[in-house]
T-cell receptor
Framework: QKEVEQDPGPLSVPEGAIVSLNCTYSNSAFQYFMWYRQYSRKGPELLMYTYSSGNKEDGRFTAQVDKSSKYISLFIRDSQPSDSATYLC?????????FGTGTSLTVIP | EAGVAQSPRYKIIEKRQSVAFWCNPISGHATLYWYQQILGQGPKLLIQFQNNGVVDDSQLPKDRFSAERLKGVDSTLKIQPAKLEDSAVYLCASSLERAGHEQYFGPGTRLTVT
C-alpha cells in the first residue's frame, strides 16, 4: 500500500464548476498535508498546506483533512481555464515527503 | 526573489554513461531536496540536505546515485552509471525551514536514457 494514494483522473469540468480533488493516506501519524499544482513541463507549485484535521481556505481554494478517515481533499470554487493542471497531494512522515500520483484537471471554457 | 535554478533543462545519454545535475536554491533557504519524478507518477524524495549535511537519503540508490552540497548552497546530483529506468524528471526544491511544508521547486531536468 502506498503512503499517499490519489485518483489520477483525468477530470474535465466546465468553467465555473466546483472541483473536488481527493487523496487518502495510510499512516495515521502523518500530521502535515500539502497540495501542489503542476503545469506541464514545470515544477510543482505549493498551493497550501494544513496541519492535522480541519479546513484551510485561500481564495478559491479550500483544503480539508479528515484524520478519522485519512482523507485529504482540495476544493476549487469557480474553476477557471488557468486551473487546468495536475494537482498533487503530499504528506510528511518524519523526514520523508510522500506524494500522490497527481490528478489531471482540465477546465473547459 | 529569484526561484530555484536548475541546469541543464534536458539531457539525453546512453545507458551506462554518467550525468550530473546542478541546483541553486532560493537565497537563504537552508534545506534542499532532490526528487525523481517518473512520467505519470508523483515526485519521490531522493535526498534532503540541511545546509551541507544530509538529513535523509533513505530513498537514494547509493550504488549509482550520489549528491553533494559542499558549501551549503548549490548542490549536484550525479548518476553513474545510468540505467534505462533512470529516465525521469529530476526536481530540486528548497525550503526556508527544515520542516519543509513550504517547498519551492525548480523547473526540473528531464533525463532520457537510451
Amino acid at each position: 500500500q502506498k503512503e499517499v494514494e490519489q485518483d489520477p483522473g483525468p477530470l474535465s469540468v466546465p468553467e465555473g464548476a466546483i472541483v473536488s480533488l481527493n487523496c487518502t493516506y495510510s499512516n495515521s501519524a502523518f500530521q502535515y498535508f500539502m497540495w501542489y499544482r503542476q503545469y506541464s513541463r514545470k515544477g510543482p507549485e505549493l498551493l497550501m498546506y494544513t496541519y492535522s484535521s480541519g479546513n484551510k481556505e485561500d481564495g478559491r481554494f479550500t483544503a480539508q483533512v479528515d484524520k478519522s478517515s485519512k482523507y485529504i481533499s482540495l476544493f476549487i470554487r469557480d474553476s477557471q481555464p488557468s486551473d487546468s493542471a495536475t494537482y498533487l497531494c503530499a504528506s510528511r512522515g518524519g523526514n520523508q515527503f510522500y506524494f500522490g500520483t497527481g490528478t489531471s484537471l482540465t477546465v473547459i471554457p | 526573489e529569484a526561484g530555484v535554478a536548475q541546469s541543464p533543462r534536458y539531457k539525453i545519454i546512453e545507458k551506462r554513461q554518467s550525468v550530473a545535475f546542478w541546483c541553486n536554491p532560493i537565497s537563504g533557504h537552508a534545506t534542499l531536496y532532490w526528487y525523481q519524478q517518473i512520467l505519470g507518477q508523483g515526485p519521490k524524495l531522493l535526498i534532503q540536505f540541511q545546509n551541507n549535511g544530509v538529513v535523509d537519503d533513505s530513498q537514494l540508490p547509493k550504488d549509482r546515485f550520489s549528491a553533494e552540497r559542499l558549501k551549503g548552497v548549490d548542490s549536484t546530483l550525479k548518476i553513474q552509471p545510468a540505467k534505462l529506468e533512470d529516465s525521469a524528471v529530476y526536481l530540486c526544491a528548497s525550503s526556508l525551514e527544515r520542516a519543509g511544508h513550504e517547498q519551492y521547486f525548480g523547473p526540473g531536468t528531464r533525463l532520457t536514457v537510451t
